[in-house]
């Protein structure tokens, strides 16, 4: 079956040669300041328009789709199974068995009941509304049995959890440990950056 990405030249341009490195980037800003210092003001302000529009074609909404259009490649091949997620392209396309654990971790999850971010549309379908954390199936169902931190912050302490689930659907110690210690944490650290939505499939902005 043939998979079609949509998107205009700029998706084509980041599918062939990626993101930009940042190091490389900085440095051909430099050499270019210092090659505008020697050119007079005509080709001095030709110079800055052509940064000004590099600058707004890789901030722009055409990039943003680009890039969710290459971890959406990424993830073709990826299987239906509860795995760890290591990275943001890995959580905007994860599969659908993963869902309802990505968006168990609590902060995400208030954000979505604030409608702060995307939640993976219709694919996703939350059957406790309004639930965050304790009492809610699936994030008992990750912390179940795995020591924590007590809410006193003082010591340990192990979260016991009485799920009316099947055997089945019952998380085992290495799917819990990887969706709270790298999945979980992956969330985290997107979220903390305010930039790209982790739960959109068109790499759409935090609200």
Same mark, same amino acid.
């Given at each position: 079956?043939?998979?079609?990405?949509?998107?205009?030249?700029?998706?084509? =341009?980041?599918?062939? +040669?990626?993101?930009?490195?940042?190091?490389?980037?900085?440095?051909? =800003?430099?050499?270019? *300041?210092?090659?505008?210092?020697? /050119?007079?003001?005509?080709?001095?302000?030709? !110079?800055?328009?052509?940064?000004?529009? !590099?600058?707004?074609?890789?901030?722009?909404?055409?990039?943003?789709?680009?890039?969710?259009?290459?971890?959406?490649?990424?993830?073709?091949?990826?299987?239906?199974?509860?795995?760890? /997620?290591?990275?943001?392209?890995?959580?905007? %396309?994860?599969?659908?068995?993963?869902?309802? +654990?990505?968006?168990?971790?609590?902060?995400?999850?208030?954000?979505? %009941?604030?409608?702060?971010?995307?939640?993976?549309?219709?694919?996703? @379908?939350?059957?406790?509304?309004?639930?965050?954390?304790?009492?809610?199936? =699936? +994030?008992?169902?990750?912390?179940?049995? @795995?020591?924590?931190?007590?809410?006193?912050?003082?010591?340990?302490?192990?979260?016991?959890?009485?799920? %009316?689930? =099947?055997? *089945?659907?019952?998380?085992? %110690? *290495?799917?819990?440990?990887?969706?709270?210690? !790298?999945?979980?944490?992956? !969330?985290?650290?997107?979220?903390?950056?305010?930039?790209? *939505?982790?739960?959109?499939?068109?790499?759409?902005?935090?609200?």
């Amino acid at each position: 079956m043939a998979n079609v990405i949509e998107g205009g030249s700029a998706a084509f =341009d980041y599918l062939l +040669y990626g993101e930009r490195d940042r190091g490389f980037a900085n440095y051909l =800003d430099q050499m270019r *300041d210092e090659a505008v210092r020697h /050119l007079g003001s005509t080709a001095q302000q030709f !110079v800055m328009k052509t940064k000004e529009s !590099v600058e707004r074609f890789y901030g722009s909404d055409a990039m943003r789709l680009a890039r969710a259009a290459v971890r959406k490649v990424a993830s073709l091949y990826e299987i239906d199974e509860i795995y760890e /997620l290591s990275n943001i392209g890995q959580l905007q %396309h994860a599969p659908p068995k993963m869902l309802p +654990y990505v968006m168990a971790e609590p902060e995400l999850r208030e954000m979505y %009941h604030q409608q702060r971010v995307e939640g993976y549309g219709d694919d996703y @379908i939350d059957y406790q509304p309004g639930v965050v954390g304790e009492g809610h199936t =699936d +994030y008992e169902n990750v912390v179940d049995g @795995i020591f924590m931190q007590c809410k006193d912050d003082e010591e340990a302490c192990v979260s016991t959890s009485y799920l %009316h689930l =099947d055997e *089945d659907q019952l998380l085992d %110690h *290495d799917q819990q440990m990887g969706i709270m210690l !790298v999945t979980w944490e992956q !969330v985290r650290i997107a979220l903390s950056k305010g930039k790209e *939505d982790p739960t959109s499939r068109f790499n759409a902005t935090l609200g």
